[in-house]
């Protein structure tokens, strides 16, 4: 049982760039999100999903975009990287109930020069 | 707003004392809390919630929380810490203003614990 795979696991991008991040997990979950990890800053969700074929932003959206075309993956895409995305990305993932915890991947961590 | 505060940056203690991690929370409606444990190079890991009853709330590695309503907190504690719990902490709580959907956490606490 794999749960929540992130790949890939480095990137480093010249300023421009553009690169899609994949998210699979195979726990039937409903919910996805992605999530970037910056020092001192906490989980700040960037998109989530809870449902397939739909999408919606969070807290920080811009400058990325999503798709959740399978129930099992959820994508995130940048068009055209900066230096400040640079940072670790996580996906996400939990059943419908809100009571229930997220499944985390190991995380991408993107450089941007 | 919703909001999750963790106002320690880090936290030290020697093996085999206690150690608390202090979390507290502003949301409106129930809380629904969480903690997780980050090792390095992985992702979020879930250790412990609270949604309703008890105010102590046991959890993995011999964690437990304790949810105070009045002060509107939601410590981390452990009796006897271990070398391996140093790691990056984080509180966490749903957020009721847009339907449950989301979780918000908080900056995130280090906890170093020396032999």
């Known amino acids: 049982n794999a749960g929540v795979t992130q790949t890939p696991k480095f990137r480093v991008l010249k300023t421009g760039q553009s690169m899609t991040l994949l998210c699979a997990q195979d726990?039937?979950?409903?919910?996805m999100y992605w999530y970037r990890q910056d020092p001192g800053m906490g989980l700040r969700l960037i998109h989530y999903s809870v449902g397939e074929g739909t999408t919606a932003k969070g807290e920080v959206p811009d400058g990325y975009n999503v798709s959740r075309l399978k129930k099992q993956n959820f994508l995130l895409g940048l068009e055209s990287a900066a230096p400040s995305q640079t940072s670790v990305y996580f996906c996400a993932s939990s059943y419908s109930d809100s009571n229930s915890p997220l499944h985390f991947g190991n995380g991408t961590r993107l450089t941007v020069t | 707003a919703q909001s999750v505060a963790q106002p320690e940056d880090q936290v030290n203690v020697a093996e085999g004392n206690p150690l608390t991690v202090k979390c507290t929370y502003s949301?409106?409606?129930?809380?629904?809390l969480f903690w997780y444990v980050q090792y390095p190079n992985r992702g979020l890991q879930f250790l412990l919630k609270?949604?309703?009853?008890?105010?102590l709330v046991k959890g993995s590695y011999g964690f437990e929380a304790e949810f105070n309503k009045s002060q509107t907190s939601f410590h981390l504690k452990k009796p006897s810490a271990l070398v391996s719990d140093s790691a990056l902490y984080f509180c966490a709580v749903r957020d009721w203003s847009t339907g449950g959907f989301k979780t918000i956490f908080g900056a995130g606490t280090r906890l170093f614990v020396k032999a």
């Open positions: 949301v409106s409606g129930n809380p629904y």
């Open positions: 726990m039937n979950h409903e919910y």
């Open positions: 609270y949604i309703t009853g008890d105010n």
